[in-house]
């Protein structure tokens, strides 16, 4: 009398098994392409995400905590002469040191670096207001550091343009953020501006030509 039950007991987990199996395996492959999708959105030199993860980031970190907000850009400086005189391994060496440095800096601060492409570099991160000039001043000191290359020293010269979230409107989103970071570092790298310089509102208004920020290859100003 009670071998009808077991059996229709045993019938319902065997039926159950035979769905749970393949949604397990279902899950682990969604898992798996997952990571192999954010594994090939990374650049393969340094390991760094790109602009969307860095724009989704400094989105993110604008909604929680605007007011400790800064955005970055770093631009490697001489790279074109290291890869002229030295190989293009020499300059790979360099930018992955970079790309090395600039994610664990700004995964301390409770932040993201991307590489942008080529030698460009930005990070979002958070940093007391207080303590922006003495942070950036540490960050340039930490990318200087030599690099061992095959037995040869390379020292890398980085370019910083730094935007402060708190010195600009409240409706400057990611992109005005970035477009001041980017113009800062280019009045630094060009010696217009001391390193240490921040962002001001109309670096980050500063309009575009062709989409991208005046004194950029390809790019033109109209005379005045």
């Not at 390193?195 to 005045?224: I, K, M």
């Amino acid at each position: 009398m009670h071998a009808e039950p077991a059996l229709r007991q045993r019938s319902r987990i065997l039926a159950l098994a035979a769905v749970a199996v393949p949604l397990a395996v279902a899950v682990a492959d969604d898992v798996r392409v997952r990571r192999h999708l954010q594994a090939a959105r990374r650049d393969p030199l340094t390991g760094l995400p790109g602009r969307d993860a860095l724009q989704a980031r400094t989105v993110s970190l604008a909604r929680a905590h605007r007011g400790l907000l800064h955005v970055l850009v770093a631009d490697a400086d001489g790279l074109k002469t290291v890869n002229d005189t030295l190989g293009h391994a020499a300059g790979d060496t360099l930018i992955a040191a970079i790309g090395h440095r600039l994610g664990a800096w700004a995964q301390a601060r409770g932040g993201l670096a991307a590489r942008f492409g080529g030698d460009e570099f930005a990070v979002a991160v958070l940093l007391a207001p207080a303590a922006t000039l003495r942070e950036v001043t540490a960050l340039r000191q930490l990318l200087a550091q030599p690099v061992d290359h095959g037995g040869q020293t390379l020292t890398p010269a980085v370019s910083i343009g730094t935007a402060r979230a708190t010195d600009l409107p409240d409706a400057a989103d990611t992109s005005r953020l970035l477009r001041g970071a980017d113009m800062a570092m280019y009045l630094v790298k060009t010696g217009e501006k001391p390193p240490g310089y921040l962002a001001t509102r109309h670096d980050a208004y500063t309009p575009a030509v062709h989409g991208r920020r005046p004194g950029r290859p390809g790019t033109h100003l109209p005379l005045a």
